[in-house]
């Protein structure tokens, strides 16, 4: 059977180039036909130096690959995938899993390769995505339940103040009152980020981050250090820059309350990281660029007891905390088709936020 040179294959596979998923297509010797840019950049190897030689030696375990090549020449599956580590020229391993499928001609093979990492990071944000969105339904619904029989408590309240005589009563229906206050608020901000218009408009992030800069600094003003780390190649993208600023302060405010310790001993330190990354692919999407705002602090970390369900509503790791801030900042994010993710150890946590960018 006659194959094509790998020039003319190149040509026929190029919008492989597009994708960041690591992908080659070989034939049922064995020899690669064409690798797109990702499976170059991951194994620190030219394409021109891989098309002809033997893909099964990109693995510590080539025979495996070989197995898999015989089973699709006999037809045993249209489909396989199995794990196996990738050998790149630093000599590092990289574990994947790899999708060995039939090509759309007779004798090709396509090779699908995703680090392990990266596969548990999708699935993790898939649980983040679908739990966000459950959250949002529900707060928003409880808080209309919640929002409808305060207004009648509220009045009620009013109206016995009025009649009764004993001042120990009043002060009692003074509570109740204030409570149902209390509660509105809290109802108000449950609600906020369905109520507010979206204002679409051109954002610097560093702009956002030097607004949050000063508002955290003139409540902490001397025990207090928050460094910036910018990249100034960031472009401005489409947004909504007041509720950037207010996701932006959630998260800044948080490590600032938890920075308490630290605080008193005047090492308290919050680092503001700005970078691109490219290629990337959260929230079931690829982008080719994408904006990172990391906020790192050098706090205690995220107690082991609520990391899985920091960005759930009411729940707070600070003695007195709502719960909201961060559940708020992640809806904002989300509302920009981004991301926020947390990776915390004692004296390290880093907040990242995730914006794609045109």
């Given at each position: ?6 020039a ?8 492989f ?5 690591l992908?080659a ?15 170059e950049?991951?194994?620190?190897t030219?394409?021109r ?14 025979n495996v690959l ?29 574990p994947?899993q ?9 004798g ?17 944000e898939?649980?983040?995505?679908d739990?966000?969105q ?9 808080a ?12 009620a ?9 004993s ?9 109740i009152i204030?409570?149902a206050?209390?509660l509105?608020?809290?109802?108000d901000?449950l609600?906020?980020p ?7 408009g051109?954002?610097n ?17 001397r025990?207090l ?6 990249d ?5 993208f489409r947004?909504?820059?007041e ?8 998260i800044?405010?948080n ?7 630290r ?7 919050i680092?503001?990281k700005?970078?691109?990354?490219r290629?990337?692919?959260?929230n ?16 205690p970390g ?9 960005f759930y ?23 920009h ?8 150890v004692?004296g ?5 936020i ?5």
């Amino acid at each position: 059977m006659a194959f094509g040179k790998p020039a003319a294959a190149g040509k026929r596979f190029q919008t492989f180039d597009l994708l960041s998923t690591l992908i080659a297509v070989i034939r049922m010797d064995g020899a690669v036909l064409f690798a797109n840019a990702a499976l170059e950049d991951a194994l620190g190897t030219s394409r021109r130096t891989l098309e002809g030689s033997q893909f099964g030696t990109c693995f510590q375990e080539p025979n495996v690959l070989r197995t898999a090549i015989d089973g699709a020449r006999s037809n045993d599956f249209a489909t396989l995938r199995y794990e196996a580590l990738l050998r790149r020229v630093s000599h590092e391993m990289m574990p994947v899993q790899v999708t060995l499928a039939q090509g759309d001609k007779p004798g090709e093979l396509i090779i699908e390769l995703i680090p392990i990492e990266q596969q548990v990071r999708q699935d993790r944000e898939e649980r983040l995505l679908d739990q966000a969105q459950a959250n949002k339904e529900l707060i928003r619904n409880l808080a209309h339940e919640i929002k409808n029989p305060l207004g009648g408590i509220r009045g009620a309240a009013q109206l016995l103040q009025m009649e009764v005589e004993s001042r120990d009563l009043v002060e009692y229906t003074q509570v109740i009152i204030h409570e149902a206050d209390r509660l509105q608020t809290l109802v108000d901000r449950l609600l906020a980020p369905h109520r507010r218009p979206h204002v679409v408009g051109d954002v610097n992030i560093h702009e956002v981050c030097e607004r949050v800069r000063s508002v955290i600094l003139a409540e902490f003003p001397r025990d207090l250090d928050i460094e910036r780390d910018f990249d100034p190649s960031l472009p401005e993208f489409r947004g909504d820059r007041e509720q950037l600023i207010q996701a932006t302060l959630n998260i800044v405010h948080n490590a600032a309350q938890a920075l308490a310790e630290r605080r008193a001993a005047g090492d308290a330190r919050i680092t503001l990281k700005t970078r691109v990354a490219r290629q990337v692919i959260f929230n079931k999407q690829w982008y080719r660029l994408a904006l990172e705002l990391h906020v790192i602090d050098n706090g205690p970390g995220v107690p082991d007891a609520i990391k899985d369900r920091i960005f759930y509503p009411l729940v707070s790791g600070r003695e007195g905390g709502t719960g909201l801030g961060l559940t708020l900042a992640q809806t904002f994010v989300q509302q920009h088709h981004g991301l926020i993710e947390c990776d915390s150890v004692p004296g390290r946590t880093d907040f990242k936020i995730l914006i794609p960018l045109p």
